[in-house]
C-alpha cells in the first residue's frame, strides 16, 4: 500500500463544465504523477510534478492543468471538459524500497465520464 | 523516441502452465528500467517486476519471471503455474535512465484469460 487516495472516485459531468480530481499521498514522496488509461492506448502520463509547485508537461496535456501546493496533494484540473477526455484517470508517485529502484505505485483510480 | 510495443492484446492459458507475454522497446538510452505491471478487472495497476538495463541476471519475483534479451531489445513476461487470479491485463513500461524524472512510457497492454 502506497498510501495514495484517488478522490472522486467516479464522476459524471457535462461538457464544457470544469473537472478538479485529488490525489493524496501520506508518505511525503516529492514524485507525483497524472495519467489517463484509455483502451488500446495504456496509460499516457498528463503532467507530473517534482516537488511543491514544480510542474511539467507529459505526452498528453492539452486541455489540463494541475497544481500542487502541498507535498501532498496533487490536483488534476479539466477547465473545460470535453467528451474526449472521458478517461480513467491515475495518480502515481515513485517510491524507493531498500535494495530496489524508484518504481511507480498507483493510486485506485478515477473514472471521469463526460456527457 | 522511447516506444513499448505489447503485439498480444488477448492470451489464454491453461491453469498450472506457464504463459510468456511478449514486450518489445526502442531506446537509444544504454540506461533504462523496464517494468512490467498487472491490471485486475477491479481497475488498481499492481507493480510486479523490473529489470535494469545493466542488470546481468534476468529478474525474478515468486512465480513471474522477465526473460530480458537485450539484442532484441525485448522484455517478455513469464508467468509459471498460472493461477486463475492472474487473469488481468498486463502492461510493460519503460523508464529511460537519462531522465531523473521517473516517467514512465506503458505499452497498450495483454489480456490474460486462465482457463480452469
Known amino acids: 500500500d502506497a498510501g495514495i487516495t484517488q478522490s472522486p472516485r467516479h464522476k459524471v459531468t457535462e461538457t464544457g463544465t470544469p473537472v478538479t480530481l485529488r490525489c493524496h499521498q501520506t508518505e511525503n514522496h516529492r514524485y507525483m504523477y497524472w495519467y489517463r488509461q484509455d483502451p488500446g492506448h495504456g496509460l499516457r502520463l498528463i503532467h507530473y510534478s517534482y516537488g511543491v509547485k514544480d510542474t511539467d508537461k507529459g505526452e498528453v496535456s492539452d486541455g489540463y492543468s494541475v497544481s500542487r501546493s502541498k507535498t501532498e496533494d496533487f490536483l488534476l484540473t479539466l477547465e473545460s471538459a470535453t467528451s474526449s477526455q472521458t478517461s480513467v484517470y491515475f495518480c502515481?508517485?515513485?517510491?524507493?524500497?531498500?535494495?530496489?529502484?524508484?518504481?511507480?505505485?498507483f493510486g485506485p483510480g478515477t473514472r471521469l465520464t463526460v456527457l | 523516441a522511447q516506444k513499448i510495443t505489447q503485439t498480444q492484446p488477448g492470451m489464454f492459458v491453461q491453469e498450472k502452465e506457464a504463459v510468456t507475454l511478449d514486450c518489445t522497446y526502442d531506446t537509444s538510452d544504454p540506461s533504462y528500467g523496464l517494468f512490467w505491471y498487472k491490471q485486475p478487472s477491479s481497475g488498481e495497476m499492481i507493480f510486479l517486476i523490473y529489470?535494469?538495463?545493466?542488470?546481468?541476471q534476468n529478474a525474478t519475483e515468486g512465480r513471474y519471471s522477465l526473460n530480458f534479451q537485450k539484442a532484441r531489445k525485448s522484455a517478455n513476461l513469464v508467468i509459471s503455474a498460472s493461477q486463475l487470479g492472474d487473469s488481468a491485463m498486463y502492461f510493460c513500461a519503460m523508464r529511460e535512465g537519462g531522465s531523473n524524472t521517473g516517467k514512465l512510457i506503458f505499452g497498450q497492454g495483454t489480456t490474460l484469460q486462465v482457463k480452469p
Open positions: 502515481a508517485i515513485n517510491k524507493r524500497l531498500e535494495g530496489s529502484t524508484d518504481t511507480q505505485y
Open positions: 529489470q535494469g538495463s545493466y542488470d546481468q
